[in-house]
């Protein structure tokens, strides 16, 4: 079955950085595109960053330049690289992946931007 597992998330002060990691597994990695997402207290599930197959990457505005989405095929993993982080940033970030026309998602893993 398909299977999606984050790591990563914490505490960062204001201008920090973190790094989200997501394995995946029960599905051929290599064939889709990997997308994370982000819900915020009280607001809508949004999208932040997605990567096809072939490593085309798409962004939200509100993060670019400032988040990297990055894939490793050998390892089944997909990452997102976040710096100069905001406290709007704050959120639980979901890794996801849309196959046999539903959508599956990881159980999120906590952001805390604060001072």
């Known amino acids: 079955q398909v299977q999606l597992v984050e790591s990563g998330g914490g505490l960062v002060q204001p201008g920090g950085s973190l790094r989200l990691s997501c394995a995946a597994s029960?599905?051929?990695?290599?064939?889709?595109?990997m997308s994370w997402f982000r819900q915020a207290p009280g607001k809508e599930r949004e999208l932040v960053a997605t990567?096809?197959?072939?490593?085309?990457?798409t962004w939200a505005d509100s993060v670019k330049g400032r988040f990297t989405i990055s894939r490793d095929n050998t390892k089944n993993t997909v990452n997102l690289q976040m710096n100069s982080l905001k406290p709007e940033d704050t959120a639980v970030y979901y890794c996801s992946v849309h196959l046999s026309s539903k959508r599956y998602w990881g159980q999120g893993t906590q952001v805390t931007v604060s001072s």
């Open positions: 990567i096809s197959a072939f490593g085309m990457t």
């Open positions: 029960g599905f051929t990695f290599s064939n889709y595109a």
